[in-house]
């Protein structure tokens, strides 16, 4: 009796396992194979990175999109920790003075990005047409950005590591 029940719950339970190994199928889907994980290229205390990608039929046109993208995100990432830092160790005064160091923040995060790295890139051209798709990461070291807000006379002193625990706070309160 005992193996007629040990048999059932197996049979239901390998019925139930089966049925969620093929919902990808049920469901007319397919796993899409990134070029370039997340997982492999996380942001750490050394450096940031950016994924990105364009497409189209022009390929200088592509790179040139896809490093604004990187530049951009970049930017931003940095222009955030920047004014989380501020909030938890500067007080203003009014709104010129915020005013004012915004715009010393958005300076230091342009200058970031001119020091960029390209890690790596892959191209992917369509079977049929000229259209490309080009994959590519960027990085930029944290001890690059520490220095230049460091010589910024913003307010603080900051360290690599300190950035680093700052976006993932930020990255904590977006989850």
């Not at 450096?47 to 040139?64: C, L, T, V, Y």
């Not at 989380?84 to 923040?105: C, G, V, Y």
């Not at 001119?114 to 590519?136: A, C, N």
Request: with cysteine; hydrophobic share 35%.
């Amino acid at each position: 009796m005992k193996s007629k029940i040990l048999l059932f719950v197996l049979t239901l339970f390998i019925f139930n396992s089966c049925k969620s190994l093929n919902y990808l199928k049920e469901e007319n889907l397919t796993e899409i194979k990134m070029p370039f994980e997340e997982k492999k290229f996380p942001d750490t205390e050394l450096e940031f990175h950016s994924i990105q990608n364009a497409k189209g039929d022009n390929m200088n046109m592509n790179r040139n999109r896809a490093l604004m993208a990187a530049k951009t995100d970049l930017s931003g990432k940095i222009k955030t920790v920047i004014s989380t830092i501020a909030r938890q160790e500067l007080k203003f005064n009014n709104s010129q003075e915020t005013e004012i160091f915004d715009q010393r923040a958005t300076s230091i995060s342009q200058q970031s990005i001119s020091k960029l790295i390209k890690v790596d890139s892959k191209t992917y051209r369509e079977k049929e047409g000229g259209i490309y798709d080009y994959w590519v990461v960027y990085k930029v070291n944290l001890e690059d950005v520490s220095q230049l807000i460091n010589n910024s006379n913003l307010g603080f002193i900051v360290n690599s590591e300190k950035i680093f625990q700052n976006i993932q706070q930020s990255n904590e309160v977006e989850n």
